[in-house]
């Protein structure tokens, strides 16, 4: 069965970098049939996705997001993560990592439990 | 605002039928599948229906999923206290170059 975990900081200073990784268990990140992505859940805006990547280390981002977001991946730790720069009260949200199928409309088939992350002042 | 359409909330008595809608647009809906999510209160999303009307093992088939032009809708027959959730639509937007996902329903187990 396919696990995936995110872990990091749960507080972070406004204008600050968020980082958390996603460790995954049960699927090779490098197996090439997926997409590991991230999505995060705000009270006020529901599920956003932020982007997505690739075993090659190619990346879809959420244009709303691009010139502050990295994704990175990790095979040998079977692990991808997130960076977030110059964050705002607007990124305290629910980040959750998960797998995505093969297409370009493919759907989110495994998540991560979720991990909340609090920008403070 | 979301780019997918979907009312705040339905209700239906335990054993009745409920159906959730979601309205897209040209740019999401056509040539391209919507997924459908549950999430339990205070859980993660759970995969419900992928590729409109496909059910992923586990799920019962009380779920259904179908899709018309810019409109899909997700359907719930026999309908059960642990059914109370919300549900969200997804698909990928072209004009976005984004995944989106409505702004999600809450299903109230009268």
């Known amino acids: 069965q396919v696990q995936l975990q995110e872990s990091g900081p749960g507080l972070v200073k406004s204008s600050e970098t968020l980082s958390l990784t996603c460790t995954v268990s049960?699927?090779?990140?490098?197996?090439?049939?997926?997409?590991w992505s991230w999505i995060r859940q705000t009270p006020g805006k529901g599920l956003e996705w932020i982007g997505y990547?690739?075993?090659?280390?190619?990346?879809s981002y959420n244009l709303s997001l691009e010139s502050r977001l990295t994704i990175s991946i990790d095979t040998s730790k079977n692990q991808f993560s997130l960076k977030l720069t110059s964050v705002t009260a607007a990124d305290t949200a629910v980040y959750y990592c998960?797998?995505?199928?093969?297409?370009?409309?493919?759907?989110?088939?495994?998540w991560g439990q979720g991990a909340l992350v609090t920008v403070s002042s | 605002q979301s780019v997918l359409t979907q009312p705040p909330s339905v209700s239906a008595a335990p054993g009745q039928k409920v159906t959730v809608p979601c309205s897209g647009s040209?740019?999401?809906?056509?040539?391209?599948?919507v997924s459908w999510y549950q999430q339990l209160p205070r859980t993660a999303p759970k995969l419900l229906i992928y590729?409109?009307?496909r059910r992923p093992s586990g799920i019962p088939d009380r779920f259904s999923g179908s899709k018309s032009g810019t409109s899909a809708t997700l359907g719930i027959t026999g309908l059960q206290a642990g059914d109370e959730a919300d549900y969200y639509c997804?698909?990928?937007?072209?004009?976005?170059?984004?995944?989106?996902f409505g702004a999600g329903t809450k299903v109230t187990v009268l």
């Open positions: 990547i690739y075993y090659s280390g190619s990346t």
């Open positions: 998960a797998r995505k199928t093969g297409s370009t409309w493919g759907e989110f088939d495994f």
């Open positions: 049960g699927e090779s990140v490098s197996s090439g049939r997926y997409f």
């Open positions: 590729a409109n009307n």
């Open positions: 040209s740019s999401n809906f056509e040539n391209s599948y």
């Open positions: 997804g698909t990928w937007d072209n004009s976005l170059s984004s995944y989106v």
